[in-house]
């Protein structure tokens, strides 16, 4: 898809710089095996739009032998989306979907009133060294489908909109944006896109979501003479019209936002909830163990161990 003509980007200057309400920069976490950056939840932003979570993992370089190897867990009131630029692994959950990720293509989860699920790297890949990166994110789930069914949603790579014109290219990868659609439903308004900017290409934010922030994965962009750089997220002040241009070694941006929810969400564990009462619920649940009747089941084809319920 050739990119839209009208909307070539509009570059703010002088005061527009304040249409960048907050610059995040995400908070370190060692997993043992590899490394994640975490952007949201942030200690004075909980939320971008529905996005609730953030986390960049890796780069990470695995030997021969090792790999994620997350066991079944649950998750309430949320939707999971794994994005990955390199590697690939293994996602089996409640449902029975049994489904490698691989990079570029889009995996939506929805938790809904509750799912179990595993992440895993397994079988041949175990037998060679590997490379794994990518995005992990949480959106959290409007009060109206907390109680919902789970489900499962996949679309490969070559289904996502690609939009390719004057040094830039966009793959859409969730909602709306630029005159796109992605494939995969939603469970509110959003956009999540994977931005690749030539160095000096510039990109406008969308100017018709509610909530927009931008994460640079790779190089810089410039917005209003202020350089971001890899590693920070520039969530930006609803309505403004904002446009960045990469810098001279190029940039990679994630770009995220949409409709703000009724209010805030309590996080705990996996668990997001629009109530305290809700994550009580759902952690005697797991507690319990009850997979044949109960709240939670573990997946049919990964279903010999689980994590259990944290003592904090």
């Known amino acids: 898809m050739s990119w839209n003509p009208a909307l070539d980007p509009h570059c703010p200057t002088d005061d527009e710089v304040d249409a960048i309400d907050m610059v995040i920069v995400p908070r370190a976490r060692d997993l043992g095996d590899f490394e994640v950056r975490r952007a949201l939840p942030a200690p004075k932003r909980q939320m971008v739009g529905p996005f609730i979570f953030f986390d960049q993992m890796g780069p990470a370089e695995f030997v021969t032998g090792q790999g994620v190897d997350i066991r079944p867990h649950p998750h309430i009131g949320l939707a999971t989306v794994t994005y990955l630029y390199r590697g690939r692994f293994h996602h089996r959950d409640s449902l029975g979907t049994d489904q490698w990720i691989e990079p570029g293509a889009v995996n939506l989860m929805t938790a809904g009133h509750g799912i179990t699920h595993s992440e895993r790297i397994d079988g041949e890949m175990l037998k060679t060294p590997y490379s794994l990166s990518g995005i992990q994110t949480w959106i959290a789930l409007p009060k109206g489908a907390?109680?919902?069914?789970?489900?499962?949603?996949?679309?490969?790579?070559?289904?996502?909109?690609?939009?390719?014109?004057?040094?830039?290219?966009?793959?859409?990868?969730?909602?709306?944006?630029?005159?796109?659609?992605?494939?995969?439903?939603?469970?509110?308004?959003?956009?999540?896109?994977?931005?690749?900017?030539?160095?000096?290409?510039?990109?406008?934010?969308?100017?018709?979501?509610?909530?927009?922030?931008?994460?640079?994965?790779?190089?810089?962009?410039?917005?209003?003479?202020?350089?971001?750089?890899?590693?920070?997220?520039?969530?930006?002040?609803?309505?403004?019209?904002?446009?960045?241009?990469?810098?001279?070694?190029?940039?990679?941006?994630?770009?995220?936002?949409?409709?703000?929810?009724?209010?805030?969400?309590?996080?705990?564990?996996?668990?997001?909830?629009?109530?305290?009462?809700r994550i009580e619920d759902a952690k005697e649940a797991w507690r319990k163990g009850d997979w044949e009747h109960g709240r939670f089941q573990l997946p049919p084809t990964d279903h010999d161990e689980f994590i259990p319920l944290p003592g904090k």
């Open 146 to 277: 907390e109680d919902g069914a789970a489900a499962f949603a996949h679309a490969g790579k070559e289904e996502l909109p690609l939009l390719q014109g004057e040094g830039k290219e966009l793959r859409l990868i969730l909602g709306t944006a630029y005159g796109a659609r992605a494939p995969v439903s939603t469970p509110s308004e959003m956009f999540y896109a994977d931005a690749m900017l030539e160095a000096g290409a510039a990109i406008p934010m969308p100017d018709n979501h509610e909530d927009r922030g931008a994460y640079v994965l790779q190089g810089s962009v410039e917005i209003a003479n202020r350089v971001f750089d890899a590693g920070q997220m520039m969530v930006f002040r609803p309505g403004d019209r904002v446009s960045m241009k990469a810098g001279p070694q190029g940039a990679r941006v994630m770009l995220l936002g949409g409709e703000t929810l009724e209010g805030p969400r309590y996080i705990w564990w996996n668990f997001v909830a629009s109530s305290k009462e």
